[in-house]
């Protein structure tokens, strides 16, 4: 049985530069806080935990002085670095490139359309550590839609800007958009202004057509990512859209040996948040039970 594992898979620039970071600073020191998991995969996020990365949430900010805290690539919202100010604490600075484009984006875009009146609508998922940093750069003001079901927020007599979370999913972002220009033609007023603003992340959404080809010559798919990945979900939809013999796992011990009944070849894939170390696990225990 051949095993293959995707070559486009694995940690996206963002997700390499921030743990290079932590892994860097570790080497001299005993310990770093990082604010929040550094990466959607609690295998990586074990691993450094092992080196000494110490991972906090926002409460403990608030207590913590004098001390070193890494931000990760999600980014944050402008209130996290008020109070580091404060609280005399050096924040070293992970946030993905593309992610503070966005920030800039939408902090530029809230001052401009609360000038008529105006809604910044985020595709996104509420809660998550990116739509958060990016909620705060409109004061908390934007409207958070996740789907259709929430365009009930919009006022759709009112003008709108909307951005999506840098890795959603291409197909589910123009869906969403086209239904609101729909809703905003409803309403025949010529003065509403609707800008759609193109925030996917290319490296996040390219690949989405390459695991689908990836899905298509391999009999069974082994998607590997950690359970709090938006695009780990996403991705590992797309495989299960071309290939049904498409499995998620988070770790080798989730596998299951009927999975590899009567199969040729496997795929191993994975999020942008996976490691390729994980992968190579994986495809050595698919090896000694398949």
Same mark, same amino acid.
């Given at each position: ?74 980014? &944050?919202?402008?209130?996290?670095? &008020? ?124 690949? &989405? ?70 992968? &190579? ?10």
């Amino acid at each position: 049985m051949k095993i293959t594992i995707d070559t486009h898979s694995g940690f996206c620039f963002g997700v390499v530069y921030a743990i290079e970071m932590a892994e860097d600073i570790l080497r001299n020191e005993d310990s770093l806080y990082c604010l929040g998991d550094i990466v959607h995969n609690n295998k990586e996020v074990e691993r450094l935990n092992a080196l000494g990365l110490k991972v906090i949430n926002h409460n403990d900010l608030h207590y913590l002085k004098d001390c070193k805290v890494l931000i990760r690539a999600h980014g &944050e919202p402008p209130s996290t670095y &008020e109070l580091a100010l404060k609280n005399n604490i050096q924040l070293l600075d992970a946030s993905c490139p593309v992610v503070l484009k966005l920030q800039n984006q939408i902090k530029g875009g809230y001052e401009q359309i609360k000038q008529i009146n105006g809604q910044v609508i985020i595709f996104g998922k509420e809660g998550h550590a990116e739509v958060v940093g990016l909620l705060g750069q409109t004061n908390n003001n934007a409207i958070i839609v996740a789907s259709v079901k929430d365009l009930d927020k919009i006022d759709f007599t009112k003008s709108i800007y909307i951005y999506s979370q840098t890795t959603k999913s291409p197909k589910a972002y123009q869906e969403i958009t086209l239904e609101i220009e729909k809703r905003v033609k409803m309403t025949a007023n010529t003065n509403i202004k609707y800008i759609v603003n193109d925030t996917l992340c290319r490296q996040v959404s390219g690949r &989405e057509p390459q695991l689908k080809r990836f899905s298509n010559i391999n009999d069974v798919i082994i998607f590997v990512s950690g359970r709090k990945s938006s695009n780990g979900k996403m991705l590992y939809q797309s495989c299960k859209d071309e290939n049904h013999n498409s499995y998620f796992i988070s770790d080798v011990d989730e596998l299951r040996s009927d999975w590899f009944i009567g199969a040729n070849s496997v795929g191993i894939c994975g999020a942008t948040s996976t490691p390729r170390w994980l992968m &190579e696990s994986v495809e050595e225990a698919i090896q000694k039970i398949a």
